[in-house]
């Protein structure tokens, strides 16, 4: 195993995991201050979250879930018979509102998502999961195998997350939006302790598994990056929407336990976290290739396509095309993406939505494209639940 490196100078981290230092060292030359808070929270967690983990591990998993649903649902009376920490999160130190809240600035956000919908999920599953894949946070996933099992309903639950939290209200304590995103920050836990307590993890060369770090890096690229590629495929927000779209995720990304020091303000700030935070991590590896290329091919399986002639040329003729006209050639290439013989793929697939709206007005039913089906699946099969995984192999975890 590789060995954390021990760094000296002023303000810098006293320790970076090895895969970091080469990274580090140039974007710290662009923005020292944000390098240094990104790679001092590769070796953080969630210590609120996996404190209630660790307690809760002896338990039955059956239980877990009901005393996590009680949490969700406030009923606290079914509470206090679950572990205290749990108690302690729900009930006696909730985590606080921020200040900088406020739920009537979600408004525009929630108008603009539904507008733009699309687009959006489109860009999300063709463009901004390929950019947070490219990193370490990867390694998380081929390590349990989560993409390959049940892939396709993890993929549904990120739309149906997307969709929650953009729904009026759906950020408020009740709503299915903030339900969602504590979800994510247990189930975030729970992977950690797993891979903790495994040999599957390098800790040293890697840092934490779903750190603070990547934690805020991705939700900083849901918010920027998909604002970005949402845009390229005919997606359209006025500065008020734009500014609506940032503090939805800035919200969201609070419930999930990004830290307040390395959770951006603004889309100036989620774009400076994702470039410095891209600069420090690593070049795209094996688990990049394998982890990009099995989202890109599960894409048609989330639109409800199965069948295999159909789901290839999908595959080949329009989503691969597309994920290299948003994220550009240079990492298309070391993703081992297929070349693209087409020109302007990005055009040629505006042209194609724009002819498939038309046939569908005319014929006066729903498109039945990719993206819309997309849009579709964001609630097909994918309702709420509070169980975690159990095993670090996700063929050998029960269902969650």
């Known amino acids: 195993?590789?060995?954390?490196?021990?760094?000296?100078?002023?303000?810098?981290?006293?320790?970076?995991?090895?895969?970091?230092?080469?990274?580090?060292?140039?974007?710290?030359?662009?923005?020292?201050?944000?390098?240094?808070?990104?790679?001092?929270?590769?070796?953080?967690?969630?210590?609120?979250?996996?404190?209630?983990?660790?307690?809760?591990?002896p338990l039955p998993q059956e239980r877990v879930h009901h005393f996590i649903?009680?949490?969700?649902?406030?009923?606290?009376?079914e509470l206090r018979q679950g572990p205290e920490a749990l108690r302690r999160f729900f009930v006696d130190a909730p985590q606080p509102e921020p200040e900088w809240l406020d739920f009537n600035a979600f408004h525009a956000g929630a108008r603009a998502f539904q507008r733009n919908a699309v687009e959006i999920l489109t860009a999300?599953?063709?463009g901004t999961l390929i950019d947070g894949f490219a990193t370490l946070i990867s390694k998380s996933f081929t390590r349990t195998g989560r993409i390959f099992d049940n892939g396709v309903w993890r993929l549904k639950q990120n739309n149906r997350h997307q969709t929650e939290i953009f729904f009026p209200g759906g950020l408020e304590?009740?709503?299915?939006?903030?339900?969602?995103?504590?979800?994510?920050?247990?189930?975030?836990?729970?992977?950690?302790?797993?891979?903790?307590?495994?040999?599957?993890?390098?800790?040293?060369?890697?840092?934490?598994?779903?750190?603070?770090?990547?934690?805020?890096?991705?939700?900083?690229?849901?918010?920027?990056?998909?604002l970005l590629y949402s845009e390229k495929l005919g997606a359209r927000y006025t500065p008020e929407?734009?500014?609506?779209?940032?503090?939805?995720w800035r919200y969201a990304g609070y419930l999930m336990g990004v830290p307040e020091e390395i959770?951006?303000?603004?889309?100036?700030?989620?774009?400076?976290?994702?470039?410095?935070?891209?600069?420090?991590?690593?070049?795209?590896?094996v688990d990049a290739i394998v982890m990009s290329n099995a989202l890109i091919n599960s894409a048609p399986l989330v639109a409800g396509i199965d069948d295999p002639k159909h789901r290839a040329k999908l595959v080949?003729?329009?989503?691969?095309?597309?994920?290299?006209g948003l994220i550009g050639n240079h990492l298309a290439d070391i993703l081992q993406f297929p070349k693209v013989r087409t020109p302007c793929p990005i055009f040629l697939y505006r042209v194609d939505q724009q002819i498939q709206h038309m046939k569908a007005r005319v014929l006066k039913r729903r498109a039945e494209n990719f993206s819309a089906l997309v849009v579709t699946s964001a609630y097909d099969d994918a309702g709420l639940s509070y169980r975690l995984p159990d095993n670090v192999h996700a063929e050998e975890s029960g269902k969650w």
């Open 241 to 248: 929407e734009r500014a609506s779209f940032m503090q939805v």
């Open 263 to 285: 959770l951006f303000a603004d889309e100036d700030g989620a774009s400076e976290m994702f470039r410095i935070g891209a600069m420090c991590e690593p070049p795209p590896d």
């Open 1 to 57: 195993m590789a060995e954390l490196k021990p760094e000296t100078r002023a303000g810098a981290p006293a320790n970076i995991p090895a895969e970091y230092l080469e990274g580090y060292e140039k974007a710290r030359l662009v923005n020292p201050a944000l390098a240094d808070k990104y790679v001092a929270h590769t070796i953080i967690g969630d210590p609120v979250m996996d404190a209630i983990i660790e307690e809760m591990s």
């Open 69 to 77: 649903n009680a949490g969700m649902q406030e009923d606290f009376e």
């Open 316 to 324: 080949n003729k329009i989503i691969y095309p597309v994920s290299r």
């Open 173 to 226: 304590r009740q709503g299915d939006g903030w339900k969602l995103s504590v979800r994510i920050r247990f189930i975030h836990a729970q992977v950690r302790w797993l891979l903790a307590n495994s040999e599957e993890w390098e800790r040293e060369a890697w840092g934490t598994p779903i750190s603070a770090a990547h934690v805020a890096f991705a939700v900083a690229c849901f918010a920027s990056r998909t």
């Open 124 to 126: 999300f599953v063709t």
